[in-house]
């Protein structure tokens, strides 16, 4: 890949190299006009970049980044479809850190317009595993933003647990429940509830039926043993257990452990997979 494919300055994307996760750039700088929003598009879903397979320069693995949030600042709304079908990708073959935080920031900039192409997302059953956690929790994060979204927002993650909960994996069930427990989605108990009892929800992820009970203010301590099955460190579990307190911590901290835990296995299985090609 060269930055030969793409016409200035949009090619200058492809030179800029690592970021702050935090803080933007302020892309206005490069001149950017409507007339370049096609080839910002096409930059930021370029699969030669964003997959990953050749190791190309560092510097151009960040271009997608770069492009995303340059719309993003312009507002370009024509990019929010395509933005979201880049979730499909979310496997173990990529930088998954440019998928799972990165682009979701951007759409939540993007705001209130990306959510009707997320809720297709969450509805199509062909999708993978971390695509689903991904635009769940982009639409969460949307509804904390702009409150007007909550009601559709709630609606849209429910129903679609409510439809696939039996066929989804476990952790797919336990973030989409974490996304409902941040947006305090008291209406959303029954089909969690649901979910629950037929064993389809890892509960690693915001912890067990009554924890969410706990969180959504539905009882006031537990009243059962905390389940040993947890992320957490094993001196933190213990302190809580001896508190009596649940073994979890908030909905948002114990989803980026999570997190933090699936991308790691990912990076694994993701560097053997390219040990075995250099062997061959």
């Known amino acids: 890949m060269t930055p030969n494919d793409y016409p200035e300055p949009v090619s200058k994307l492809l030179e800029l190299g690592e970021t702050d996760w935090d803080e933007w750039d302020d892309y206005s700088q490069w001149g950017f006009t409507p007339e370049h929003i096609s080839d910002l598009i096409r930059l930021g879903t370029d699969h030669t970049l964003i997959l990953d397979l050749e190791d190309h320069q560092p510097a151009h693995l960040w271009a997608p980044l770069h492009a995303w949030r340059a719309l993003a600042q312009m507002e370009a709304l024509e990019a929010i479809p395509p933005f979201v079908e880049l979730f499909a990708l979310d496997s173990d073959e990529i930088n998954s850190d440019l998928i799972s935080e990165g682009l979701l920031e951007?759409?939540?900039?993007?705001?209130?317009?990306?959510?009707?192409?997320?809720?297709?997302?969450?509805?199509?059953?062909?999708?993978p595993s971390f695509g689903y956690i991904s635009a769940a929790e982009t639409l969460a994060l949307i509804g904390q933003a702009h409150p007007e979204t909550r009601a559709r927002i709630v609606l849209a993650i429910t129903s679609a647990l409510e439809q696939r909960y039996q066929s989804n994996e476990g952790d797919v069930n336990g973030f989409w429940i974490a996304d409902l427990l941040d947006l305090q989605a008291v209406e959303s108990y029954p089909v969690i509830k649901k979910a629950f009892e037929e064993n389809t929800v890892d509960f690693t992820i915001a912890g067990d039926l009554e924890d969410v009970e706990i969180a959504l203010g539905l009882r006031q301590e537990r009243e059962t043993p905390v389940p040993r099955r947890s992320i957490l460190p094993d001196d933190l579990f213990r302190s809580l257990v001896v508190s009596g307190l649940p073994a979890t911590l908030n909905s948002q901290q114990q989803r980026e452990r999570a997190k933090k835990e699936k991308n790691k296995q990912k990076q694994e299985k993701k560097s053997r997979k390219k040990n075995r090609k250099k062997k061959k």
């Open 106 to 127: 951007v759409l939540v900039q993007l705001g209130p317009p990306a959510i009707e192409p997320l809720e297709k997302f969450l509805n199509d059953p062909d999708q």
